[in-house]
C-alpha cells in the first residue's frame, strides 16, 4: 500500500542513503552488499492522539526519508520504522528493564502484528515511495521467570516488542506469519530491493 508514488527515471550512480542509526537496519542493508552512507533522521516519533500502529508507522518512516533526503538531496534515501500492534495500540521500543518486563506481561499468549513501514525518497528525481510489511507473531503464554531470564540474558531494550527474533527472541514466540521475512528485524528487504530498484539503484 503506497501512500505516495512517483516513478521518473533515475539516473545510474545515485548514492544510497540509509536514514537510520539502527544497528539492525544497517546490518540488514549491508546483506545486500550495495555501498551505502548512514544518517540520522531528525524525526519527533510521539504518536499523534488516536493514531493508529500502522498509521504512525508509515508516517514516521516517510517522515525520516524526507528530513534525511533534505540533506541528501541527490541521493536515494531509505527510511523506515517498526511499530507493535497489540490490538490496535501501538508499542514502541521499551527503553528500560521494567518497560520491557511490562510489555512481555501484556503480550504473552497474543497475537501481535509488527509493522514494519519502508519508504524511500530522492528529492532531486521528485521519486517518493512507501510501503508496510505486516508480520502477525504468537507469542507463548510465558512465565514471569521466562521474561525475566530472557531480558537478563539478550537485553533488548532498544527493539521495539522487546524481543530480538533473531536472537534467543525467537524462544518467546510460538508462531510467526509474514511474507518479507527480514521485516521482523526492523527492515523489510524484500520490498527495500523493489523500492530502491524503481527509484534506479541497480541491487544485482
Known sequence: MSAHSTSPATPPGRRLVLGSTSVYRRELLGRLRLPFEVASPQVDETPHAGEKPADLAQRLALAKAREVAQ???GAVVIGSDQVVDLHGEPLGKPGTHDRAVAQLQR???????????????????GFERSDIAAVRVVFRD???????????AEQPYDCAGSAKSEGLGIALLERVDNDDPTALI????????????AAGVAVL
Open 71 to 73: 540533506r541528501h538531496p
Open 186 to 197: 526492523g527492515l523489510p528487504l524484500i520490498r527495500t530491493c523493489q523500492l530502491i530498484r
Open 107 to 125: 503480550m504473552r499468549g497474543q497475537t501481535v502484528i509488527f509493522q514494519t513501514a519502508l519508504a524511500v525518497v530522492c528529492l532531486e528525481s
Open 142 to 152: 510465558l512465565s514471569d521467570d521466562e521474561i525475566e531470564r530472557y531480558l537478563r
